[in-house]
């Protein structure tokens, strides 16, 4: 009888995809005893489930690509993600823009006349007072400007999130590919084996 340790790192190796067929077998074995531990019981239908089907499941014809199928629309919905953090920067750069062309256009001009009846004036005698205004409005302002920007860490959450599952489909994706030709390997076996029909 193997070792409960032994048997979990066993285990953690069949569900990665990396046991041997000793291994699977001594997995199998393990399971039709009948003591087993409750934590293991889940694992245990699941082997008895593999021993009622004979050792092989039958797997869908289309498996390969409804896989495949998958994986590209998680791809794309994260290419969307993209896009969209991507036009709503370019849509924020685009209106600092022309806040600045406005500024430029009509406060810079060196057009007197227009501005003739505008002179600019002191608001404060006191430059101290004029520095603690200033200093609290720029306060002000970068809080608001904190706030805004807060917002973008929700994009770069989903961004992460969305790269680490789309990693593990990867894993999928090329295992699914392996299945494919080990597939195409077998039919090539059996079409080898099968007797030939001689024509007369």
């Known amino acids: 009888m193997e070792s409960l340790e032994k048997i979990g790192l066993m285990l953690e190796r069949f569900y990665q995809g990396e046991t041997t067929l000793e291994e699977e077998k001594l997995l199998q074995d393990y ?4 003591t087993v531990p409750e934590e293991l019981l889940p694992d245990r239908e699941l082997f008895q489930n593999f021993a009622s ?3 092989s499941v039958p797997l ?14 998680e791809e794309r919905r994260e290419e969307r993600t993209k896009r969209i953090s991507l036009y709503s920067l370019s849509g924020l750069a685009a ?4 806040l600045i062309a406005v500024y430029l256009f009509f406060l810079r001009t060196d057009r007197p006349a227009l501005f003739a009846s505008q002179q600019v004036m002191d608001t404060y005698e006191d430059p101290m ?5 200033a200093k609290r409005t720029l306060a002000y302002v970068s ?3 904190n706030q805004g920007s807060g917002e973008l860490r929700h994009v770069q959450h989903v961004s ?5 599952h789309l990693k593990s489909l990867s894993k999928i994706k090329k295992g699914s ?5 080990l597939g195409n390997l077998k039919l090539v076996e059996l079409e080898q084996s099968a007797p030939k029909e001689v024509s007369r």
């Open 95 to 98: 209106g600092l823009l022309a």
């Open 129 to 133: 007072d004029a520095y603690e205004e």
């Open 177 to 181: 590919h392996e299945l494919g030709l």
């Open 31 to 34: 399971f039709s005893s009948t």
């Open 143 to 145: 809080v608001k400007l």
């Open 60 to 73: 869908p014809g289309d498996l390969n690509k409804k896989i495949l199928n998958t994986i590209d629309r």
């Open 53 to 55: 089907t004979g050792g």
């Open 160 to 164: 992460k999130t969305t790269t680490a």
